[in-house]
């Protein structure tokens, strides 16, 4: 019996490889710290994009899985998250709509430019702590219970490498 929505089976399946992804990007960043990488998750496993070599990407996940399941759940949580991101977006976009919401002439729009960019500046401001706590309680979940890694392949998409690593 799930406890809540975040417990479906494709749900968690994709909160935790999300959180394997990012502990991944971590352990990564380690080794390769001036390399560019990027991640993205779905229930069956996650993809590591960047120039990495594929014997990096396969240690790195096998060292993130291992470092999860011992705790270290401050690796789940990841600066360059989409969730950041579009937590920034939505707050900012949404308090100047607000300062905005109302005026009904462009003259009352262009006095409450400036009051829309603070409050977007505002809604940015306090994005900044609400980022990583809803990565922390909604789209990761740093306990691994028995998700294991199958398999990671390379490939190139385009002029990208890409590894998909296969979890289940």
Known sequence: MTNSILDLPFILETRRNHALEHATLHVLAEKHPTRSMAGHS???GFFI???LPTDDV??????ALTRLRAGES???IHAGCGTNIATTALLAGTFAWLAMRGAKSTFGRIIRIPFAIVFALLGALISRPL?????QRITTDAEMGNLQIVDVRPSLRGRL?????ITK
């Open 42 to 44: 779905n229930p069956t």
């Open 49 to 51: 994009l960047g120039d």
């Open 58 to 63: 396969q240690s790195a996940a096998a060292q």
């Open 74 to 76: 401050d690796l789940a």
């Open 131 to 135: 980022g990583p706590i809803i990565q």
């Open 161 to 165: 490498t890409a590894h998909r690593v």
